[in-house]
């Protein structure tokens, strides 16, 4: 069930920290990245302008931040901003003995990372502010063709040497056509190689994922060939992960996994929020529709767009009357949105009639 703070807003802020990045992935889906420059880049936040919002969204009860971009080591300043969290005080909500509870205490901080420039000083910085980090691993021998960058090695390594320094990490798998027949080696790799936990997320289109999106499209056939690999790799190795992006729940029933966590929900603003690298408020991270500034945070409470995410008020037509409605939003909303125009556009994956 979604927490909010005690602000309107969710617990988890996601900051974009800047428009840069040192890969050319295919499936990245930023915004900024579209060929169309639909989503024009402005003036990044100074340090000041970022230390500013993050006091004052752990004023207004953000329990967690993660950064990323772009790519966050691009900014020379990034490590001055993560301190500057370190020692801000966030309320969490707990629920302990049945009872919930709350208190005060250093927000949980992540890093987004490509891995490219992580470092055994990286990690050093890292573990000092207790930062979990997570890195992408979007295939081994296709490393290159989805990144531009041959940099999977080094990727694998800093995961053993993140473990070796007592930091906890997530392997980031973006699952595509191009990928998906060495899914259960890649998974098995970062798992190998020292990670906790496997994030793992289907290709949707959106910014530079816009161009050639047809030969990294999966389909529900291989989405359940992803989910069941992602399960048997799971289960040897004794760990668990999940997906990030919703499924259609007639394409994925979450009751049959137990290792990969499925979600059918749609979490953009109900768990989580964006800022982007220019100070605005979007509902996620895949959302191309900047909302209001955050110097002007409180009008994105009574936002249109906004409350359609809040109000859940986004169902397909094609889902209604299906029996599943109650705890499904049909897909990916945000990659709807893009592919099909509208915010209610049916998912990439065409809902199963045998649910209606």
């Given at each position: 069930?979604?927490?909010?703070?005690?602000?309107?807003?969710?617990?988890?802020?996601?900051?974009?920290?800047?428009y840069?990045?040192?890969?050319?992935?295919?499936?990245?889906?930023c915004?900024?990245?579209?060929?169309?420059?639909?989503?024009?880049?402005?003036?990044?936040?100074?340090?000041?302008?970022?230390?500013?919002?993050?006091?004052?969204?752990?004023?207004?009860?953000?329990?967690?931040f993660?950064?990323t971009?772009?790519?966050?080591?691009?900014r020379?300043?990034?490590?001055?901003?993560i301190?500057?969290?370190?020692?801000?005080?966030?309320?969490?909500?707990?629920?302990?003995?049945?009872?919930?509870?709350?208190?005060?205490?250093?927000?949980?901080?992540?890093?987004?990372?490509?891995?490219?420039?992580?470092?055994?000083?990286?990690?050093?910085?890292?573990?000092?502010?207790?930062?979990n980090?997570?890195?992408?691993?979007?295939?081994?021998?296709?490393?290159?063709?989805?990144?531009?960058?041959?940099?999977?090695?080094?990727?694998?390594?800093?995961?053993?040497?993140?473990?070796?320094?007592?930091?906890?990490?997530?392997?980031?798998?973006?699952?595509?056509?191009?990928?998906?027949?060495?899914?259960?080696?890649?998974?098995?790799?970062?798992?190998?190689?020292?990670?906790?936990?496997?994030?793992?997320?289907?290709?949707?289109?959106?910014?530079?994922?816009?161009?050639?999106?047809?030969?990294?499209?999966?389909?529900?056939?291989?989405?359940?060939?992803?989910?069941d690999?992602?399960?048997?790799?799971?289960?040897?190795a004794?760990?668990?992960?999940?997906?990030?992006?919703?499924?259609?729940?007639?394409?994925?029933?979450?009751?049959?996994?137990?290792?990969i966590?499925?979600?059918?929900?749609?979490?953009?603003?109900?768990?989580?929020?964006?800022?982007?690298?220019?100070?605005?408020?979007?509902?996620?991270?895949?959302?191309?529709?900047?909302?209001h500034?955050?110097?002007?945070?409180?009008?994105?409470?009574?936002?249109?767009?906004?409350?359609?995410?809040t109000?859940?008020r986004?169902?397909?037509?094609?889902?209604?009357?299906?029996?599943?409605?109650?705890?499904?939003?049909?897909?990916?909303?945000?990659?709807?949105?893009?592919?099909?125009g509208?915010?209610?556009?049916?998912?990439?994956?065409?809902?199963?009639p045998?649910?209606?």
């Amino acid at each position: 069930m979604p927490i909010l703070a005690r602000s309107f807003l969710p617990s988890t802020a996601v900051l974009e920290m800047t428009y840069r990045c040192n890969h050319e992935c295919r499936f990245c889906s930023c915004p900024w990245f579209a060929a169309d420059g639909r989503f024009p880049c402005h003036s990044e936040l100074t340090t000041a302008q970022w230390k500013n919002i993050i006091a004052k969204l752990c004023d207004m009860g953000i329990a967690s931040f993660a950064f990323t971009g772009g790519e966050a080591l691009l900014r020379d300043d990034l490590f001055d901003i993560i301190a500057h969290a370190a020692q801000c005080r966030a309320e969490h909500i707990e629920t302990k003995e049945g009872e919930l509870r709350t208190y005060m205490g250093a927000p949980g901080l992540y890093l987004i990372s490509n891995g490219k420039l992580v470092t055994e000083e990286t990690l050093a910085r890292l573990k000092e502010h207790e930062v979990n980090l997570a890195m992408s691993l979007p295939g081994l021998d296709t490393f290159k063709w989805h990144t531009g960058s041959d940099t999977a090695d080094h990727v694998l390594k800093m995961f053993g040497k993140a473990k070796a320094a007592g930091l906890r990490t997530v392997c980031n798998v973006t699952v595509t056509r191009k990928n998906i027949h060495e899914l259960y080696e890649t998974l098995a790799a970062g798992l190998i190689a020292g990670a906790d936990q496997i994030l793992m997320n289907r290709f949707l289109p959106g910014g530079r994922g816009l161009t050639g999106a047809e030969e990294m499209m999966i389909d529900g056939p291989m989405l359940t060939q992803m989910l069941d690999i992602a399960e048997e790799v799971l289960t040897k190795a004794g760990r668990f992960g999940s997906l990030g992006t919703e499924v259609p729940r007639c394409w994925a029933d979450p009751a049959k996994y137990k290792r990969i966590t499925v979600g059918t929900r749609c979490s953009a603003a109900l768990e989580f929020f964006v800022i982007d690298p220019s100070g605005f408020v979007r509902v996620c991270n895949h959302s191309q529709v900047r909302l209001h500034h955050f110097d002007e945070i409180e009008k994105v409470k009574l936002d249109p767009y906004w409350t359609t995410f809040t109000q859940r008020r986004y169902l397909p037509k094609e889902c209604g009357g299906c029996r599943d409605a109650a705890d499904c939003d049909g897909g990916c909303r945000e990659a709807a949105h893009i592919v099909g125009g509208k915010i209610d556009s049916p998912d990439t994956l065409p809902p199963v009639p045998r649910n209606l």
